[in-house]
């Protein structure tokens, strides 16, 4: 049997755990990460400099593409150390490599001109964005008492 559902109630959203959000914020900022340097191929001059052998004003080589990696693996490895490291540690790895990430964002402005200032502020305002939403949300985590008990397994 059915219990009829009053036609003004409005549906209501289960509570959604802080690990989760973590992980959510940091896919975007990976994903927005990785287009913002996708599209920037498109800028002129930028894939000529490339198949010169440079990057900005730094010669390819294998040291330098590996501080590349490891720069994009950041944010891949958060939506996974968000998921899985104990709550404690997790707080703190979240906000100290959020906190990191700001300025390291903000430089990425770095030597632009005016004519891209459009493309460089909406990216970074974005990212910024997401790296604010993930320092909240790790501050602001509710810490429960050992006792505690939680309501969803104690039904």
């Known amino acids: 049997m059915t219990r009829p559902v009053p036609i003004h109630s409005a549906p209501k959203d289960p509570p959604i755990p802080v690990q989760i959000k973590l992980a959510a914020a940091w896919t975007s900022f990976m994903f927005l990460y990785i287009y913002v340097d996708i599209l920037n191929f498109y800028k002129p ?25 490891v720069s994009v693996s950041i944010p891949a490895m958060m939506v996974w150390l968000s998921m899985t490291l104990p709550a404690r540690v997790n707080r703190a790895t979240n906000l100290v490599v959020a906190s990191l990430l700001i300025p390291y964002s903000v430089f990425n402005a770095a030597g632009a001109t005016w004519e891209w200032a459009a493309f460089y502020g909406f990216s970074i305002g974005l990212e910024v964005l997401l790296l604010a939403f993930i320092l909240r949300s790790a501050w602001t985590w509710r810490r429960t008492h050992e006792g505690a008990v939680d309501v969803a397994t104690a039904a």
């Open 45 to 69: 001059g930028v894939v000529d400099g490339i198949l010169a052998g440079l990057i900005w004003k730094f010669d390819i080589s294998s040291t330098l593409l590996t501080l590349f990696l």
